[in-house]
């Protein structure tokens, strides 16, 4: 009992202090183990007592220790930091960049390598800078090749369907030289489906300066898709677009490794991944600019897709369905 009593007093300033009266009291050879083998001597009527005796003193020293341990180490926290610099470090939880942020942050890394700066504008459009500057009168057929989602009719507000818009609204307010690339979401009511969403994203690229060529736009796209996806192919296919003559579809020859590969290429291994074209006169001379002294390039890709095809995503509803499983698979790829 006496030693009860002890143990309660005893107080301790080190883990090395701690860890001697724990070996005392509790370690194999300490006094505790004594008592137990003791046990066996004692006389039968004084066994229960006996017992008693030791349980709590038992008791008493493993609070202690424990006690001690704890008061210890709440010590070690100064101004919040832990004194014991081997102490192994508190998981920090850390978040993942959206896939479609971080392949937006590489082709916003590679145009600007070659001189391109990032130009931004509203999700909300009027007609003008949608459609009307882009040489796309009202009535005109081609502006049912996006199918819009109308907020407001007459006067026309809706939600954009490219990030040309953008290119609009800088050549408004820039002379050129212009070398900008505008990221963005855009919408189009289109059936939702494993390759196509009523929102998704793009980035446009618009290059005007004196003689501009279209070998200019070829080999910027070359550039561009050989930084993004290392040594590859391209393959302009003629197209039409209203704001741009001639006018081109981008393609990228991916292969055919996985199913995946086969899935989003529709099994040619050719993946459209946007259009382009030299920027016709009449959309230059609609945003002040003399089409008589400056020609340029447009581009415009789809971000998702390459998205998808990088990191190998089936399904373009994963990318807006914010499940954090799939989201957590992004942890490595800042
Ligand atoms: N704006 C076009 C689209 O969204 C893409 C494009 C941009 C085509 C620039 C040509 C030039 O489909």
Redo the contacts with the bound molecule.
Sequence with gaps: KELIAEAEAFTAQSKEEIEAFRIKYLGKKGLLNDYFSEFKNVANDQKKEFGQVINALKKAAEDKVNALREELESKEVVNGVYNDLSRPGAPIHIGARHPISIVKNQIIDIFSNIGFNVSEGPEIEDDWHNFTA?NLPEYHPARD??DTFFIQTNPDILLR????SV?VRYMENNQPPIRTISPGR?YRNEAISARSHCFFH?V???YIDKDVSFADLKQTLQYFTTQMFGKSKIRLRP?Y?P??EP??EIDVYWGLATETDYRITKGTGWLEI????M?DPNVLENCNIDSKAYSG??????IDRIAMLLHQIGDIRLLSENDVRFLEQFKNAL
Excluded: I, N, Y
């Design positions: 882009l090749m996006q369907t490219h990030t040309s290119q855009v793009q446009e690229g618009l197209s677009f704001f741009t006018s081109a946007g259009g382009c074209g920027v390039f447009a581009f415009g890709m789809g």
